[in-house]
């Protein structure tokens, strides 16, 4: 069985900065893919940010140049640095991660999310 833990998301002011954090844990051999989606009020979830296990990366229109994708290996942990903030920012973050267990099974799950509201 894995997870994902996702922590960071919060109240912060246009302009501003958070950094989510997601941990996978359990019984993983290799993580291949992780990313970061949010789905705001009404909307439909999207992609963010994407990392492979090679360290390569995508970003959506909306957040290239603000956001930054990056992954710990030695740690199963993945984060997203966000700044410049904006208020069509808000939304809850999910991350997503695609993992290959110690069965020999590749299962693809999501975390819990997390919050992230942009306002003054």
């Known amino acids: 069985q894995v997870q994902l833990v996702e922590s960071g998301g919060g109240l912060v002011q246009p302009g501003g900065s958070l950094r989510l954090s997601c941990a996978a844990s359990?019984?993983?051999?290799?993580?291949?893919?992780m990313g970061w989606y949010r789905q705001a009020p009404g909307k439909q979830r999207e992609l963010v940010a994407g990392i492979f296990s090679g360290g390569s990366t995508n970003y959506a229109d909306s957040v290239k140049g603000r956001f930054t994708i990056s992954r710990d290996n030695a740690k199963n942990t993945a984060y997203l640095q966000m700044n410049s903030l904006k208020p069509e920012d808000t939304a809850v973050y999910y991350c997503?991660?695609?993992?290959?267990?110690?069965?020999?099974?590749?299962?693809?799950?999501w975390g819990q999310g997390t919050q992230v509201t942009v306002s003054s």
């Open positions: 997503n991660a695609a993992i290959l267990t110690v069965a020999r099974v590749t299962v693809n799950i």
């Open positions: 359990g019984s993983i051999l290799s993580i291949n893919a």
